[in-house]
């Protein structure tokens, strides 16, 4: 596509359940990334994809966060219990390719809220 | 671990200014420096990004400098307009070139 897509744009879910979020990256774009932003935070790094190689999962809170991708196509996070400190808006980028030489496109990403 | 941080974390100036918005980084070894725009309720857009091996880029009325050996860029911005005003966010490539670190921005406020 022509840009990254995100869905839901907005979700509100009540504490204990598990909540799936999807990102659609441009065509192309090898690298995938998913961020975290708290009201009046700045930018956490989650997950990094990069083809099919192993993702770095450095950034996952707590074991509740997953996410998948499969080749260079759609990617799922899914948290798993949620819990209120996870409401924030979740921001998905991919990159043509991992290695710094290319910048990042955002999506406008998923906006959490838990109840 | 590399770690970003930008000054001020707001500002606020009437329209015409010129302006120049801080960011420096722990780790000299990075990649690259990407500065986006984040406007309220939306993602972001990016703006300028600067190769390590360059020291600075252009576009429009931006121009963002790198200088690696002291661990800072600035993003200047002339003749500001209202239509400036966001939030302005730096990041910094980590040491492997995998993820993008993250300051937690300044937001500009430019008054007609």
């Known amino acids: 596509g022509a840009g990254v897509s995100q869905s839901p744009s907005n979700k509100v879910t009540e504490k204990g359940k598990d909540v799936e979020l999807r990102c659609d990256p441009i065509?192309?774009?090898?690298?995938l990334y998913w961020y975290r932003q708290r009201l009046g935070q700045g930018l956490e790094f989650l997950i990094y994809f990069q083809g099919n190689s192993a993702p770095d999962k450095s950034g996952l809170p707590s074991d509740r966060f997953s996410a998948e991708r499969t080749g260079e196509s759609v990617s799922t996070l899914t948290i798993q219990r949620t819990q209120q400190e996870d409401s924030a808006v979740y921001l998905c980028a991919s990159s043509r390719q991992s290695g710094g030489n290319y910048g990042y496109t955002f999506g406008s990403g998923t906006r959490l809220t838990v109840v | 671990k590399q770690e970003v941080t930008q000054i001020p974390a707001a500002l606020s100036v009437p329209e015409g200014e010129n302006l120049v918005l801080n960011c420096s980084f722990t780790?000299?070894?990075?990649?690259?420096l990407q500065w986006f725009r984040q406007d309220p309720g939306k993602g972001l857009t990016s703006l300028l990004l600067i190769q390590s091996s360059q020291r600075e880029q252009t576009s429009g009325r931006l121009n963002a400098s790198l200088d690696k050996s002291s661990g800072r860029s600035t993003l200047y911005i002339a003749a500001s307009q209202p239509g400036d005003s966001a939030t302005y966010l730096c990041a910094a490539f980590n040491q492997a070139g995998t993820a993008l670190i993250f300051g937690k921005g300044t937001t500009l406020s430019v008054s007609s």
């Open positions: 065509s192309g774009h090898t690298a």
């Open positions: 780790d000299s070894a990075i990649y690259n």
